[in-house]
């Protein structure tokens, strides 16, 4: 089964940035988007279609995409950034919805 | 904006079936919109259950297909989860969401804020 590989965990100092990678064989071909989970609350959506920022979520958070390899961006980070991050994406094959996401990677500010 | 609520028992006997539902305010959930279902075992990362359609059409993980029915209400302007034969393993926080849909792809925006379905006799 497809899969997306996110690193465990990234640690960044305040005001540092901060990139969090998430890679997929079919990242070429389908586009990523990535959540934000504080514990206890749902995940928000923070970045679609690789580098897409919704209304309301701040400037410092980018995206993007390279071959197998997309990367969430975070400059300037910030203490109430600390959370878990997840991408999200789909198999390129077939027709049927395929929902696939990251294990998670959880950011920590120093 | 659209804001979604879930609710539902708490606590699943071993067997049963896990019964969920999903009010959505703000909107209608006859937009052109799917609606969806996304898990999360305590400590562990999301599992996309299924969607539906406000025509009624559905999705389902292959996964968790013979066990999962996804259901719409448009009158009460919500939808309804139901899985069956639930073990120790679904236990989870039972999250709703709204889902944009290109091909193959959706992404989900909003969340509800989850509910945690605990499987135990």
């Known amino acids: 089964s497809y899969e997306l590989t996110q690193p465990p965990s990234v640690s960044v100092s305040p005001g540092q940035t901060a990139r969090i990678t998430c890679s997929g064989d079919?990242?070429?071909?389908?586009?990523a988007y990535w959540y934000q989970q504080k514990p206890g609350q749902a995940p928000v959506l923070v970045i679609y279609?690789?580098?897409e920022r919704p209304s309301g979520i701040p400037e410092r958070f980018s995206g993007s995409s390279s071959g197998t390899t997309v990367t969430l961006t975070i400059s300037g980070v910030q203490a109430e950034d600390e959370a878990d991050y997840y991408c999200q994406s789909a198999d390129s094959s077939g027709t049927y919805p395929h929902v696939v996401f990251g294990g998670g990677t959880k950011l920590t500010v120093l | 904006q659209v804001q979604l609520q879930e609710s539902g028992p708490g606590l699943v006997k071993p067997s049963g079936t896990l019964s969920l539902t999903c009010a959505v305010s703000?909107?209608?959930?006859?937009?052109?919109?799917?609606w969806s279902w996304v898990r999360q075992p305590p400590g562990k990362g999301l599992e996309w259950i299924g969607e539906i359609y406000h025509s009624g059409s559905t999705n389902y993980n292959p996964s968790l297909k013979s066990r999962v029915t996804i259901s719409v209400d448009k009158s009460k302007n919500q939808f309804s989860l139901k899985l069956s034969s639930v073990t120790a393993a679904d236990t989870a926080v039972y999250y709703c969401a709204r889902a944009t849909v290109q091909g193959v792809i959706r992404w989900f925006d909003p969340w509800g804020q989850g509910t945690l379905v605990t499987v135990s006799s």
């Open positions: 079919a990242l070429p071909k389908q586009y």
């Open positions: 703000g909107g209608s959930i006859s937009s052109s919109n799917w």
């Open positions: 279609k690789d580098s």
